[in-house]
């Protein structure tokens, strides 16, 4: 089956700083999403991004369907932001990556 | 209501008993679907309803797995004789359409299995 991998795994930031987050996957996708879990477990739809490019407030995702991956940008990080983000691509069902847990620090 | 809502929130069985977990899906969604989120892993597939028909069952890990969504509203998932590896996050979303960009999860219900 079609593989997600993601990285970082693990990402610690100071308040205030940029990130990247990279999502790969080995095979044509009909869909691909990002998704934030937050630490009450609650899954949130970020974006719906089978190819292109979106904003949304300080969050930005870039999704190159050719070339296989997707970037999520987060911009003058916040404490708020911590949590792990998920990004999860369609085939026959939604599959999801293992996740990058950030941490923000205050 | 205004979002998809799980019960119990939390559940801890006994190794051998058997559980139910109850997903109230946004009104008028006609896609229903389960996952299963081990510690630290992504959710992983479980089953999929269009209104009451459970259209993909692929994901159920063994036959003591079995999920019902009886009047295309209300869905259970039923674990029968729990294990020790059953222990996890069940979450359950739901969508107008098979088309996952309106998916909403519910806070998922956590399992612990002793």
């Known amino acids: 089956g079609i593989q997600v991998e993601q990285s970082p795994p693990d990402l610690i930031l100071q308040e205030g700083a940029n990130s990247t987050l990279r999502c790969n996957f080995s095979?044509?996708?009909?869909?691909l999403q990002w998704f934030h879990q937050n630490p009450w477990g609650q899954l949130i739809n970020l974006f719906y991004?089978?190819?292109g490019t979106k904003q949304n407030g300080r969050l930005s995702a870039t999704t190159v369907a050719t070339e296989r991956y997707s970037l999520l940008y987060i911009s003058s990080s916040q404490t708020t932001d911590s949590g792990v983000y998920f990004c999860a691509v369609e085939v026959n069902d939604m599959r999801f990556g293992a996740g990058t847990r950030l941490t923000v620090k205050p | 209501g205004a979002g998809v809502s799980q019960s119990p929130r939390y559940k801890v069985a006994k190794r051998g008993q058997d559980v139910a977990l109850r997903c109230d899906p946004i009104?008028?969604?006609?896609?229903l679907f389960w996952y299963q989120q081990a510690l630290g892993q992504g959710p992983e597939f479980l089953t999929y309803?269009?209104?009451?028909?459970?259209?993909?069952k692929s994901g159920l890990p063994s036959d003591r797995f079995f999920a019902e969504r009886p009047e295309g509203s209300v869905s259970t998932l039923k674990i029968q004789r729990t294990q020790q590896e059953d222990s996890a996050v069940y979450l359950c979303?739901?969508?107008?359409?098979?088309?996952?960009?309106?998916?909403?999860f519910g806070s998922g219900t956590r399992l612990t299995v002793v």
């Open positions: 095979d044509s996708v009909n869909n």
């Open positions: 309803f269009q209104n009451e028909a459970q259209l993909d």
């Open positions: 991004i089978p190819s």
């Open positions: 979303a739901s969508s107008l359409e098979r088309a996952f960009y309106g998916y909403t």
């Open positions: 009104s008028g969604h006609v896609s």
